[in-house]
C-alpha cells in the first residue's frame, strides 16, 4: 500500500503585468517551484502585459511537500532577469479543496525575508539544574538553505534567542549544508511562556546579514515532553508588515489541483478489473452495461480524466483496441446524420485522443517534427486573408519598393502550399512506422463506420471518419501548438504562430475531404485548393493502406516494432565524470548523444554513432541536482551508480535549461525506481581536494548532507502504465457517482436498497451493475481497514480565485 500525491498545474495567462524594459513592455514567463525547487519553466512571451501560456504540467510528488509557488518573471538578455512577483498556494489549501483552484490571483511582491528555504537539525533538552531547570538547546546542522551570495552558496550562522539572551554560532563559509553541532543552555524559569527562536542568518562582511529562516519552539510543550530531537523546517519572518501592493503587480490565471491517492496491493483492484475487461470482451452484442452506463454518469468537466484512466486500464491489459471498438459501436448505434459523426466531447472521442497521445506521440513526432522546424527557421511572412496582408519593403539597399498584396499572396500561397505538399508526403510514406496497435484501431473505426453507413452516398464517410481524430484532433493540434506536444521547446511567435494556424486550417480542409462546407467557410483559402485536392487523394490512400492490417500483420509488426523499442529519453547533454583530484571546471565537460532505455544509459558522438552504455539501468542508486557553485555552471545533474566491481561511482551532467534538467531527472528516476539500494541521501557538491564543496565533510563514502528526491517526476506521454493507479482512479470516479449508480439497479431491480448486500459471500450477483456496487462495496471496505482510513468522496464545491 501506497500513499501517491500528485500536482495538476495548468498555467494559463498573465496580465496587466507592470512594464520591465524601456519600451513599455515585458518578456514574462513563469517559475514553478515546489519547496523553493524549481521544477517547470514556461516558455517566454516576448513584449507584451498580458502574456498567455496555456501550458499544462502533471508531476508527481511525495505526500510530504508543503507549498507550491508561481513566479512571473522578466527574461532580460544582458542581465539578470527581474521577478514580476508570485502566487503561492499551501499543501494544506490545496487539500481542503480536492476540485482544485480556478481562477486568477493577484501576484504580491516577493520579500527576501520570505523567501526561506530548507530544515535545521535540533536537540532540544529541559535538563534539572541547582537553582532552576536549564533548557538546552543544541543545533547539529542544516540542509537545503537559500544560496544568498554571488557564488552560489552563503555563509550561515544560527542565533538562538530566549528572553532577551542571545548566543550565536560559529560562521561556516560557503555552505548551504553547515555543521556545527554546537550547544547552547538557558536558565528556564518555572512556568515560563516565552518561545524559544532559533533564526539562520547569511553573513556578509559589507552588507547587512541576510534572513535564512527560523524556527519558533514551544517551550512549555517542551517541557512536557523533557526532549524533542529532528529537522524542523525554517519558516518565513512575518513579523513585518506587508506592502498593499495586491493588484499593482497584475494578475495571473491558474488551474491547480492536488490529488492524493492510497492505492491499495494489486490483488485488491482484481475484480474491477477483471469485470471491466469482461464487459469490453463481451462487446456490444452482450448483455455488458456497463460502459455505456459510465459514460451516461460522468459529466462533461471530469469526462477527459475518466476517459484517460478507462484508456490507460485498458491499454495495459491488453485491450485498448476492443475497449475504442466498443465506444465506436456505441456512438454509431446513436448517430444518423453523418456531419455529426464524433464530432461530439463524447466518451469515445475523449478515449480517442488520449489514445492516440499516448500510443502516436512518437509517430506524430516524426511526421510532423522536419515541417515544423522548418516553419520556425525560414520565419517568413505568410498570410492568404487579403484584409490581413502587411505590405512591406523589399529590393536591395536603395532600391527598396513595396511589395503588392498580390506578390504578398502569392508568395505565402507558394510556401504554404510547399508545406502542405511535404507534410502529405511525409504522411504517405510513414504507414509502417505508424504503431501496429494504431493501425487496427483506425481499421475497426474505418470498418464499423462503413458498416453502419454503407452505399455509394457515403463513400468518404469511413475516411472522414479516421482523419476525424488523425487530422481535426492530433496532428491539427500539434501544428497549431507545437510547444504543448513537445515539438519545440518555445511557443511560436506571432508570424510563426500565423503560417502554423493556416497550414492547420490547409490541413483540415484536406481531412474533410475538400467538402463545399469547409471551402465556403474562408474563400481566400482558394490559391491551396489545387494542393488540397491533390492531397485529399494522397490522404485517401494512405488511409487505405494504413487499415489494411490483418490480425497476423498486426502482431508481426508488433513484435517487429517491439524489438526497435524507442528510447525513454535522449538528447546531447554535456558529461564530466570525477578523476582524481583536481579542480572540477566547467570548461572540463564535453558534448555527447545521450539514450535512456529500459537497460541502460548510453552515448555516442553523434545521433547515428554506435552507442556505448555509460551505465547499467539497474545499478543507478540516485539521480539528483547539483549545486550551481560546484561548477560555476547552472542545470547539472548527478547520477549516482555502481560499477560493475560494486564500487560507487558519479557521473555529471549538464543540461541546457531547468526544463531538460527536470526531464532528464524524471525519466532516471521512473526508470530506476524499483531498483535495490536506491540512496536516501546524497552530496549536492562534489568532492574536492579533501572533502565535500557542500557541507565540508572529509569522508568522501560517509552519508550524504541531503535528502534523495526519488518521487518529485513529471508525467510524460511514454511514461510506463501504472495499473494499481489507473484502477484506484476508476474506483474513485465509481464512488463519487455511487448514487447515480444505485438509482439505476433500483431502476433495473425492481426497489433493492442502496448499500443493501448484494450476495453472501462466495456468491457472485447475476448482472454486471449489480457485481459492480458489490465490487466498490468490498474496496470501500479495504480502504476503511488500511491505515489512512477510507477516501473521502468527491465533494462538488471548486475554490475559484478571483480578482
Known amino acids: 500500500m501506497a500513499k501517491r500525491s500528485s500536482l495538476y498545474i495548468r498555467i494559463v495567462e498573465g496580465k496587466n503585468l507592470p512594464a520591465k524594459d524601456i519600451t513599455g513592455s515585458s518578456d514574462p514567463y513563469c517559475i514553478v517551484k515546489v519547496d523553493n525547487e524549481p521544477i517547470i519553466r514556461t516558455a517566454t512571451v516576448w513584449k507584451t502585459l498580458c502574456p498567455f501560456w496555456g501550458e499544462e504540467y502533471q508531476v508527481h510528488l511525495p505526500p510530504t511537500f508543503h507549498a507550491v509557488a508561481f513566479y512571473v518573471m522578466d527574461e532580460d538578455a544582458l542581465s539578470r532577469d527581474d521577478v514580476i512577483g508570485k502566487v503561492c498556494l499551501t499543501r494544506d489549501t490545496l487539500a481542503s479543496h480536492p476540485k482544485g483552484f480556478s ?141 498593499h501592493d495586491e493588484g499593482n503587480l497584475g494578475s495571473l490565471q491558474l488551474e491547480v489541483r492536488l490529488r492524493d491517492e492510497m492505492v491499495l496491493p494489486s490483488s485488491s483492484y482484481q475484480p474491477l478489473v477483471q469485470l471491466l475487461c469482461h464487459e469490453v470482451k463481451l462487446g456490444i452484442q452482450g448483455p455488458g452495461q456497463l460502459i455505456p452506463l459510465i459514460e451516461e454518469t460522468t459529466s462533461t468537466e471530469c469526462r477527459q480524466d475518466v476517459a484517460t484512466n478507462l484508456l490507460k486500464l485498458f491499454l495495459g491489459q491488453g485491450l485498448a483496441k476492443d475497449f475504442l471498438d466498443l465506444l465506436f459501436q456505441l456512438e454509431l448505434s446513436r448517430t444518423s446524420e453523418t456531419n455529426t459523426l464524433f464530432r461530439s466531447n463524447s466518451l469515445a472521442s475523449k478515449c480517442m485522443e488520449s489514445f492516440l497521445k499516448v500510443a502516436g506521440m512518437q509517430y506524430l513526432h516524426g511526421v510532423l517534427g522536419p515541417i515544423i522546424n522548418k516553419v520556425f527557421e525560414e520565419k517568413k511572412y505568410v498570410e492568404l486573408d487579403p484584409s490581413k496582408v502587411e505590405v512591406k519593403d523589399v529590393g536591395c539597399s536603395g532600391l527598396h519598393r513595396p511589395q503588392t498584396e498580390a506578390e504578398v499572396l502569392e508568395q505565402s500561397a507558394q510556401t504554404l502550399r510547399a508545406h502542405l505538399g511535404a507534410l502529405l508526403s511525409a504522411l504517405s510514406r510513414s504507414v509502417r512506422a505508424c504503431p501496429a496497435v494504431v493501425r487496427a484501431t483506425f481499421r475497426q473505426l474505418f470498418r464499423r463506420v462503413r458498416e453502419r453507413f454503407p452505399g455509394a452516398q457515403h463513400e468518404n464517410v469511413p475516411f472522414i471518419a479516421v482523419t476525424s481524430f488523425l487530422c481535426l484532433r492530433f496532428f491539427s493540434p500539434a501544428i497549431m501548438s507545437p510547444k504543448l506536444f513537445h515539438l519545440r521547446e518555445r511557443h511560436a511567435d506571432a508570424r510563426t504562430s500565423r503560417t502554423l494556424l493556416l497550414l492547420a486550417k490547409a490541413v483540415q480542409n484536406v481531412g474533410n475531404m475538400d467538402t463545399p462546407a469547409s471551402r465556403a467557410k474562408e474563400a481566400w483559402m482558394e490559391p491551396l485548393q489545387p494542393t488540397v485536392r491533390q492531397g485529399v487523394a494522397q490522404l485517401k490512400d494512405f488511409i487505405t493502406k494504413l487499415v489494411d492490417i490483418e490480425e497476423k500483420d498486426e502482431l508481426d509488426l508488433q513484435r517487429m516494432l517491439s524489438l526497435q523499442a524507442p528510447p525513454v529519453k535522449e538528447g546531447p547533454l554535456f558529461i564530466h565524470r570525477t578523476k582524481g583530484k583536481g579542480p572540477l571546471m566547467s570548461s572540463s565537460f564535453k558534448k555527447l548523444y545521450f539514450s535512456l532505455t529500459t537497460e541502460a544509459l548510453s552515448f555516442a558522438k553523434t545521433p547515428s554513432s554506435k552507442k556505448s552504455a555509460l551505465i547499467k539501468l539497474a545499478n543507478i542508486r540516485a539521480a539528483e541536482k547539483v549545486e550551481e557553485k560546484s561548477f560555476g555552471s547552472s542545470h547539472v545533474m548527478q547520477v549516482i551508480y555502481t560499477d560493475d566491481a560494486g564500487r560507487p561511482q558519479t557521473a555529471y551532467l549538464q543540461c541546457k535549461c531547468v526544463n531538460e534538467l527536470n526531464q532528464w531527472l524524471s525519466a532516471l528516476r521512473k526508470v530506476s525506481i524499483n531498483n535495490t539500494g536506491l540512496l536516501g541521501s546524497y552530496h549536492p557538491g562534489v568532492f574536492r581536494g579533501d572533502k565535500w564543496s557542500c557541507c565540508h565533510q572529509k569522508e568522501k563514502t560517509g552519508q550524504g548532507c541531503d535528502k534523495t528526491r526519488s518521487r518529485v517526476t513529471l508525467q510524460e506521454w511514454n511514461d510506463p502504465l501504472d495499473h494499481d493507479l489507473e484502477a484506484q482512479l476508476i474506483y474513485r470516479h465509481l464512488l463519487g457517482v455511487e448514487a447515480m449508480l444505485w438509482e439505476r439497479h433500483r431502476e433495473l431491480s425492481g426497489g433493492t436498497e442502496a448499500g443493501t448486500v448484494l450476495s453472501s459471500p462466495g456468491e457472485a450477483p447475476e448482472d454486471s451493475l449489480a457485481r459492480l456496487l458489490q465490487v466498490l462495496q468490498d474496496l470501500r471496505e479495504a480502504h476503511s481497514s488500511s491505515p489512512a482510513g477510507s477516501p473521502p468522496s468527491e465533494p462538488n464545491c471548486l475554490l475559484e480565485l478571483q480578482t
Open 103 to 243: 481562477g486568477w490571483a493577484h501576484l504580491t511582491e516577493v520579500d527576501p525575508d520570505e523567501e526561506v528555504q530548507g530544515e535545521i537539525h535540533l536537540r532540544l533538552e529541559v535538563r534539572p539544574g541547582a537553582r532552576a531547570c536549564r533548557l538546552r538547546c543544541s543545533v547539529l546542522e542544516a540542509r537545503d538553505l537559500a544560496p544568498k551570495d554571488r557564488n552560489g552558496a552563503s555563509d550561515p550562522f544560527v542565533r538562538v534567542r530566549y528572553k532577551g539572551r542571545t548566543q550565536e554560532t560559529s560562521i561556516v563559509k560557503k555552505s548551504c549544508y553547515p555543521r556545527w553541532n554546537e550547544t547552547f543552555e538557558f536558565e528556564l524559569e518555572e512556568g515560563a511562556t516565552e518561545a524559544l527562536c532559533v533564526e539562520a542568518w547569511d553573513w556578509d562582511l559589507v552588507s547587512r546579514n541576510d534572513f535564512l529562516g527560523k524556527v519558533v519552539i514551544d517551550v512549555q510543550r517542551l517541557q512536557v515532553a523533557q526532549q524533542e530531537e529532528g529537522w524542523f523546517r525554517l519558516q518565513p519572518d512575518q513579523s513585518k508588515s506587508r506592502r
